[in-house]
């Protein structure tokens, strides 16, 4: 399966700031995820992040909150904007290839904590 | 009613029991199934899939699988402190394409 490195693998940040989380594969992925995971919950997808256009997200979810770019099929970045301690969450990067039947596989996380 | 439902849990075995996860789906279409491990402040890792009705082993997880019950379970055969984890079910719907719903997890513990 495919390595998937994400970055940071943590941070505290201060409410009202802002922080890109980057999620990159070591091979080309059709499809890339975002999920969030709050503490003892299971994972709830974000958005999915598409090549060359805009994110798809989920409703509750929206572009202004978690604006993610796709530049490529190796990598795509998600953005916590405008935090507040109810974004302290892990945010999980996942991909799957091409074949729909195949399992997706996980970065290792970045665990937010907000302040 | 949930998309995908576990009990929570926490399930508790002793070292060397079989112990058994079960998950009932609602969409009668999904092709897909899938059982990750997630250890406490790790992400979730693939333990199994299963496309077709019946049973699927790989060492000592067995997946089972049964459509028309909408049913999916994983058993962990000669249970060990080591799989002591979050077991999350997960289905790809018929219609979602690549997305993937997954469960809330079931908690096991396996006692030494």
């Known amino acids: 399966s495919a390595v998937i490195s994400q970055k940071p693998s943590r941070d505290i940040c201060q409410r009202g700031t802002s922080l890109t989380i980057q999620c990159q594969v070591d091979?080309?992925?059709?499809?890339m995820f975002w999920y969030r995971q709050q503490p003892g919950q299971s994972l709830t997808l974000i958005a999915t992040a598409n090549q060359g256009s805009e994110a798809t997200y989920e409703s509750g979810f929206v572009i202004d909150k978690f604006p993610i770019s796709r530049p490529n099929l190796t990598f795509s970045t998600l953005t916590v904007s405008n935090m507040s301690p109810e974004d302290s969450s892990i945010y999980l990067c996942?991909?799957?290839?091409?074949?729909?039947?195949?399992?997706?596989?996980f970065g290792d996380g970045t665990r937010l904590s907000i302040l | 009613q949930k998309e995908v439902e576990q009990n929570s849990g926490p399930l508790s075995v002793p070292e060397g029991a079989i112990a058994s996860l079960n998950c009932t789906y609602s969409?009668?279409?999904?092709?897909?199934f899938f059982w990750y491990r997630q250890y406490s402040g790790k992400s979730p890792e693939l333990i199994m899939f299963?496309?077709?009705?019946g049973d699927k082993e790989d060492g000592r997880f067995t997946a089972q699988l049964n459509k028309a019950s909408q049913y999916v379970s994983l058993l962990i055969r000669d249970s060990q402190p080591s799989d002591s984890a979050t077991y999350l079910c997960?289905?790809?719907?018929?219609?979602?394409?690549?997305?993937?719903?997954f469960g809330a997890g079931t908690r096991l513990f396996v006692k030494a």
């Open positions: 969409d009668r279409g999904s092709q897909s």
């Open positions: 299963i496309y077709s009705n």
């Open positions: 997960a289905v790809r719907p018929q219609a979602g394409g690549f997305k993937t719903i």
């Open positions: 091979s080309q992925v059709t499809m």
């Open positions: 996942s991909v799957a290839p091409t074949d729909s039947n195949q399992p997706q596989h």
